[in-house]
């Protein structure tokens, strides 16, 4: 199993959410975060003075899904998520050792 987790721009989400319902995804988990990277922030003119903002808003989806389907996730939130313009996100692929149901007490596969 993989957890796919995606940091992607706030305005993205319904895009990613709806292609990610396409290829079949079920449930996602999703969280407002706040972060940098090579964009570094912005600098902002609040009652005239400069301030620099250093995290910037970001969406964080989470989703677990089997071994053969995370190539296929990548891919469609990778077409969603793109501007082309820095600070587009990123996205992590992390191996998943086992995943447990609480409610019934499944396990694997089956408890995706």
Not at 71 to 96: M, S, Y
């Amino acid at each position: 199993m993989k957890l796919i987790e995606a940091i992607v721009k706030p305005f993205k989400l319904e895009r990613v959410k709806d292609a990610l319902v396409k290829v079949g995804v079920h449930a996602m988990t999703v969280g407002a975060v706040r972060g940098f990277g090579r964009q570094n922030g912005h600098a902002e003119l609040y009652q005239g003075a400069d301030y620099v903002v250093d995290f910037l808003p970001k969406v964080k989806v989470e989703v677990l899904v089997p071994d053969d389907h995370a190539l296929r996730v990548v891919e469609a939130i990778t077409a969603r998520a793109r501007t082309g313009k820095i600070g587009d996100g990123k996205i992590f692929v992390i191996d998943i050792e086992e995943v447990i149901r609480i409610r019934t007490g499944e396990s694997g596969p089956e408890a995706i």
